[in-house]
């Protein structure tokens, strides 16, 4: 329980030091988070309950949305590379081209999950069971998803064999890591939809942009420490920012 909570307080302390080091990377979330608020405020959904529900599968919102899940996919190429560097700024930003082509292949899944999730299995049975598929699946590949932009190659099929015996940790880790930002994150949003007045709307809304930019940080920093919990990730050249 000790190691749990220890893991618990470096992801959030390391989340606010890498938006504090690379803050124009923060600030990608953050912007894709606010426009989206700014498309659901033009269709109404902070208009009360009845709006809310009329707005929450709005088009606009939905393909947007997608864009949001890029945003927050884009920003762990650099937080991953920030932290398995050990916070070199020069080697986070730098774009060798293997890290680069094994990234795309993690972003187009997370993409791919995303449009899954938003336009196909919405409803019902399915989307109770996508949900939970999800939820194990994604702890198991995720080395797969923490090695590509360092350039290495671990196929999630390997990904999975290390992660089987640390599937718990994993599983419980990635919820409970993110569990305070997203309870704040969902509190803003309802809290937007009752109070009155677009200003204090848009007070909770901006504030939610960063909360949201940070929670994208935690998530990141949440599967970098469970990618590493089995075992270190080798093969690139921590702290040197060569392509």
Do not use: C
Request: aromatic share 12%.
């Amino acid at each position: 329980m000790k190691a749990f909570l220890t893991a618990f307080r470096d992801v959030h302390r390391r989340s606010l030091s890498f938006a504090a080091a690379l803050p124009l990377v923060f600030a990608i979330p953050l912007v894709a988070e606010f426009v989206q608020h700014v498309i659901e405020m033009q269709i109404g959904m902070y208009d009360g309950v009845e709006g809310a529900k009329a707005a929450e599968h709005d088009p606009a919102r939905m393909w947007f949305g997608l864009a949001k899940v890029a945003a927050l996919n884009v920003i762990g190429y650099f937080v991953i590379r920030w932290l398995h560097s050990g916070g070199d700024r020069a080697f986070a930003l730098a774009l060798p081209r293997k890290a680069v082509k094994l990234f795309g292949l993690v972003l187009a899944l997370s993409l791919f999950l995303a449009w899954l999730s938003l336009f196909v299995w919405t409803d019902g049975y399915m989307r109770t069971g996508f949900f939970v598929f999800s939820l194990i699946f994604m702890p198991l590949i995720v080395r797969f998803v923490v090695a590509a932009p360092l350039g290495i190659l671990v196929t999630p099929l390997e990904s999975i064999k290390v992660m089987a015996s640390d599937a718990l940790f994993a599983i419980a880790f990635s919820t409970v890591a993110i569990l305070p930002l997203m309870a704040i994150h969902y509190a803003l949003g309802i809290g937007a939809i009752f109070v009155e007045g677009d200003g204090l709307k848009w007070a909770l809304l901006i504030l939610d942009s960063f909360v949201t930019a940070l929670l994208g940080i935690v998530m990141v920093a949440a599967q970098y420490t469970i990618a590493t919990r089995p075992a270190p990730i080798e093969g690139a050249a921590a702290g040197t920012s060569a392509r």
